[in-house]
């Protein structure tokens, strides 16, 4: 990745759009937890119907960003920003605890992402 000094938009763009693709996603697999009683092919169809949003932040993202990023540092981005944002979500949103293991289990991928970049 480069300095801080030679960031362009290709490599700032990218990031926020996977970033808000994200909570469309996470709401769009998980957000359904908090909604148990309704039917199960209610909640899919509102899950596809969001995910369409998603989609249309997630490919622009990947399509900017691969001016200055490999596919394979994409998708590390991507999984880094999951990760972030799926905490946010499960503490605020599910109400649910993130565990010291969980902590520790979401650091080692983004060691294991930072060696991504490192190549």
């Not at 995910?51 to 999984?79: C, D, M």
């Amino acid at each position: 990745m480069p300095g801080f000094a030679s960031l362009s938009a290709a490599h700032i763009i990218p990031i926020l759009l996977l970033a808000a693709s994200n909570v469309f996603m996470t709401f769009a697999w998980y957000g359904h937890l908090k909604y148990k009683h309704h039917a199960l092919w209610i909640v899919v169809l509102i899950s596809w119907a969001i995910a369409f949003f998603e989609y249309w932040l997630a490919v622009p993202a990947n399509r900017i960003g691969h001016q200055v990023y490999s596919a394979a540092q994409l998708k590390t981005i991507q999984e880094v920003v999951t990760l972030l944002v799926f905490s946010g979500f499960s503490i605020l949103f599910l109400k649910e605890q993130i565990s010291l293991n969980t902590v520790l289990g979401f650091a080692f991928i983004a060691l294991g992402a930072a060696l991504v970049f490192r190549g």
